[in-house]
């Protein structure tokens, strides 16, 4: 079970975030030539496009070949990784793949995704947002800061609401300090409380 | 219990059917204009949803909730998106989406030598088709609470 807590600004600053029990998804396998995945270059990150094997899905990107950690599609000794799995002199080859972690500012940008849709009157944003991997709940103040959980779909609802409300009472608790640091953050929106 | 509103898009991303029965609120911009926000709600949502998962996702995004309304989500593996506005205590709303995609969409547009694909749909039969099987669901109902 993972649970993630993210405090958003009135502005949609990010200005504390938190992760509880995340599991990271890494696996190892070794391969002959030639490779029956495809992978590309996106978001400067070597990803999978095409073909899952066992545990790699689509979407997941290498982390190390033959134990060498990778940074963009360059292997520490400055070989490209394409090049490498082109030669078949390379093979059988061992290629770990992962399933990409958000980077600080990837979150910035996600608390910033909140906007609004109204079918009815006197409607408040999004509470709930439910996906097959995951749930999350937000809880928005009067004066506009969101806070949200990310949990398990298996929970139960009223946890949620429970936990959201407890933080708050967390953040009222420390009400003078947090006050001033959410200023400062508003202003200078640095990210670290 | 009310069934608000459906829009229906194609894998490129206009709308090619919408549809509504009880909305008491427009949106104040022009149609053309609310459909582009409503697809780009649903782009950058499923993108959202994707990134912050923290496992892989097979369907992904399904369905929010306001304190008002609840917006549920059914993506076909052609691309095709079906969007459906009720009220926050609507279950199974995912199933009517897949319903609708089966008994309606299917049989009365792909079937239709008539209607163009990826076209806006405007077959009259599907109209009907669609608001009698809407109509038949227990969460429709015309009491407006």
């Known amino acids: 079970m993972a649970v993630s807590v993210y405090i958003v600004s009135k502005a949609g600053g990010m200005i504390y975030q938190y992760d509880h029990n995340v599991v990271p998804i890494e696996y190892e396998r070794t ?13 400067s990150r070597v990803t999978v496009t095409f073909g899952e094997i ?16 990778i940074m963009g599609r360059k292997m520490s000794d400055g070989s490209d990784v394409f090049e490498v799995i082109k030669n078949k002199e390379n093979f059988p080859i061992s290629i770990k793949f992962g399933r990409p972690r958000l980077g600080t500012n990837e979150k910035i940008v996600l608390g910033q995704i909140f906007s609004r849709r109204k079918a009815e009157p006197h ?12 749930k999350l709940y937000c809880y928005q103040t009067i004066t506009g800061t969101k806070f949200i959980v990310v949990a398990d779909p298996k929970q139960g609802g009223c946890l949620e609401t429970y936990l959201l409300k407890k933080i708050y009472e967390v953040c009222e608790y420390f009400d003078t300090n947090l006050q001033a640091a959410l200023e400062q953050i508003d202003k200078t929106g640095m990210t670290n409380v | 219990m009310t069934i608000y509103n459906l829009y229906i898009f194609n894998a490129a991303g206009s709308c090619i059917y919408y549809a509504e029965w009880h909305r008491k609120r427009q949106a104040g911009m022009s ?3 609310e459909m582009k926000l409503m697809y780009g709600l649903i782009f950058s949502l499923k993108s959202f949803v994707l990134k912050l998962s923290p496992v892989d996702c097979k369907e992904g995004f399904l369905n929010y909730r306001t304190s008002k309304y609840k917006l549920n ?17 609507a ?7 897949q319903r609708i995609y089966r008994e309606v969409y299917v049989e009365y ?11 806006e749909i405007v077959s009259e039969v599907f109209q009907t088709k669609l608001d009698k099987l809407v109509r038949s669901f ?8």
């Open chain 2, 138 to 145: 227990p969460i429709f109902s015309s009491r407006i609470l």
């Open chain 2, 31 to 33: 149609k053309d204009e």
């Open chain 1, 123 to 134: 409607c408040s944003g999004i509470e709930v947002l439910e996906a097959d991997t995951f």
């Open chain 2, 73 to 89: 989500f059914y993506e076909t593996a052609t691309g095709l998106k079906f969007i459906m506005n009720t009220d926050i205590n």
């Open chain 1, 31 to 43: 391969f002959t030539y030639p490779l029956d995945l495809t992978l590309d270059y996106v978001n």
């Open chain 2, 109 to 119: 547009v792909v079937k239709n030598p008539e209607c163009k694909m990826g076209k």
């Open chain 2, 91 to 97: 279950m199974n709303v995912r199933e009517i989406l």
């Open chain 1, 54 to 69: 066992d545990t790699i899905k689509v979407g997941h990107i290498v982390l190390a070949v033959n134990g060498n950690p």
